[in-house]
């Protein structure tokens, strides 16, 4: 099994960065893929960013490529999102997801999933 556990979301104004940090428990993550969706009230929850926990790889949606970065600290055993120039279209409950190596950017190819952790954005 694995546990994951999001924080460090907020209300922001526009233009503004956070980050958010996914902390990992349980079983050894060496061979999984992680992941942040999102999802706006009323909308599907949407694939934002994916990575390997050993290797590197990074995905993005077009909506947040180059804006949004994905990283992990193996010794913290955490997943970051650094967000910046964040703006209204943003806000969503933002999901951590973990998933066997090789998962893409579907929700249902990913077994495990923290709480979430709300991020608003004003105009």
């Known amino acids: 099994q694995v546990q994951l556990a999001e924080s460090g979301g907020g209300l922001v104004q526009a233009g503004a960065s956070l980050r958010l940090a996914c902390l990992c428990t349980?079983?050894?993550?060496?061979?999984?893929?992680m992941a942040w969706f999102r999802q706006a009230t009323g909308k599907e929850r949407e694939f934002v960013a994916g990575?390997?926990?050993?290797?590197?790889?990074?995905k993005y949606s077009d909506a947040v490529k180059d804006r949004f970065a994905i990283s992990r600290d193996y010794v913290k055993s955490t997943l970051y999102l650094e967000m910046n120039d964040l703006n209204p279209e943003d806000t969503a409950v933002y999901y951590c997801?973990?998933?066997?190596?090789?998962?893409?950017?579907?929700?249902?190819?990913?077994?495990?999933w923290g709480q979430g952790t709300q991020v608003t954005v004003s105009s």
């Open positions: 997801a973990a998933s066997k190596a090789g998962a893409g950017s579907a929700v249902d190819e990913y077994p495990y």
């Open positions: 990575t390997n926990w050993v290797g590197g790889n990074t």
């Open positions: 349980g079983r050894s993550l060496s061979s999984h893929s």
